[in-house]
T-cell receptor, first 109, second 118 residues
Framework: GQSLEQPSEVTAVEGAIVQINCTYQ??????LSWYQQHDGGAPTFLSY????GLEETGRFSSFLSRSDSYGYLLLQELQMKDSASYFC??????????FGAGTRLFVKA | ETGVTQTPRHLVMGMTNKKSLKCEQH?????MYWYKQSAKKPLELMFV???????ENNSVPSRFSPECPNSSHLFLHLHTLQPEDSALYLC?????????????????FGPGTRLTVL
């Protein structure tokens, strides 16, 4: 079946760097997205990788390796407000996006 | 504020009730989606509409019935639900199908309807 696997929880300290990994098993894979969701809020788009390599957007970067069916989200200079759930999502073609179960990030002072 | 609104924000209903969830997007997008989000589980895609036409039904039970009267509005009609249907129901929209690259892949989510079935 099609699935995306990511760790359930990650804890890091303020100012540090954290990497959230995502491995996927999908057919017809077109690219990998990342979304952030705060408690009680809607998921918001962070990034999309269609090609292998690193995409950088401010403090957040996302990486994709198609040959390894693997990607990650890198968060730098962590802030307390970064405490949230982060979802990787695979674009499997057409209108279908498959989401991982989410990684809960706890940022400590 | 993402430009996608959902009503109601909270809904409690009995198993014999009939209710509807409403979603509206003000972004000029062509595709709209319904997702179900349960605790500690991946977001589950339920339905997709593109230009008002249903393009995806992810094996959703018939007690959930979607309706898309135009590209800006999406409804989810609920009847004879089960307690396990209790979840957060999220609506989303995107400019075009997810095969496009870059920013076109961004889905904009509404705040969701927290549904409790008693």
């Amino acid at each position: 079946g099609q699935s995306l696997e990511q760790p359930s929880e990650v804890t890091a300290v303020e100012g540090a760097i954290v990497q959230i990994n995502c491995t996927y098993q999908t057919s017809g894979f077109y690219g990998l997205s990342w979304y952030q969701q705060h408690d009680g809020g809607a998921p918001t788009f962070l990034s999309y990788n269609a090609l292998d390599g690193l995409e950088e957007t401010g403090r957040f970067s996302s990486f994709l390796s198609r040959s390894d069916s693997y990607g990650y989200l890198l968060l730098q200079e962590l802030q307390m407000k970064d405490s949230a759930s982060y979802f990787c999502a695979g674009n499997t073609g057409g209108f279908k996006t498959i989401f991982g179960a989410g990684t809960r990030l706890f940022v400590k002072a | 504020e993402t430009g996608v609104t959902q009503t109601p924000r909270h809904l409690v209903m009995g198993m014999t009730n009939k209710k509807s969830l409403k979603c509206e997007q003000h972004l000029g997008h062509n595709a709209m989606y319904w997702y179900k989000q349960s605790a500690k589980k991946p977001l589950e895609l339920m339905f997709v509409y593109n230009f008002k036409e249903q393009t995806e039904n992810n094996s959703v039970p018939s007690r959930f019935s979607p309706e898309c009267p135009n590209s800006s509005h999406l409804f989810l009609h609920l009847h004879t639900l089960q307690p396990e249907d209790s979840a957060l129901y999220l609506c989303a929209s995107s400019l075009r199908p997810q095969t496009s690259g870059g920013a076109d892949n961004e889905q904009f989510f509404g705040p969701g309807t927290r549904l409790t079935v008693l």
